[in-house]
């Protein structure tokens, strides 16, 4: 075994809209481990090759591309190659086009390394839809959060709303149909519990509550 594979990692997959960043972001904060935000790596690839003008179906020039990116994550976003994109990365045009390039072998396999490095002691808490599949199956902790189509909808709705931003709550809930089906139906690396996933639905839950299960269970294993 490598030393790279003994650093415990706590993994947290899940439907767009579950609360799965908000929820690895806590874990990370208490435990003070690392922090992996996967779907902000196929968010660069999008970024990065909409800048470049490069076809976001030419698997073999963006895996290129990601392979030369310097890419460093601080606490309130992401610096590539010198310049930041926290915000960039968060536009619609890069979240579809985040969507496009997730569907990639050759993407997907060129972001793996990345995702792999990350795995630092004492520890990482990574967030995606492949983390506990396929990136980090060794795992100890596997959570699947997931919550109703209406509960995700109206969180995202109520978020906008509270940013003074317009919101059409049946416009919300048709792009979240949208990305459920494409997360779940891709061939490659869909999105879908582990076989020893601890699956959590948070429709009727706080983040909170979802935190302290969590924990429960870190503690139930002798995790932490
Ligand atoms: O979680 P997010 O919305 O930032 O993810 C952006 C896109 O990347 C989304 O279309 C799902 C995809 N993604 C993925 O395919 N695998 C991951 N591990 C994380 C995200």
Redesign the pocket.
Known sequence: MSGASVVPVITVDGT?GSGKGTLAALIAKRLGWHLLD???L??IVAAVGLARGIDLQDASQLASAVASLDIKFHDAGVVVDGQELGLRIREEAVSSG??VV?ALTEVREAVLDIQLAQRRPPGLVAD????GTVVFPDAPLKIYLDASLEARAERRYKQLIDKGLAANLLALLAGLQD?DQR?KGRTV?PLKPAPDAFIIDSTSLSIDAVLALTLERAHAIGLV
């Open positions: 767009s996967s779907g902000a196929y968010r985040a969507s997730a995606g839809r492949d983390m990305r997360d690396s």
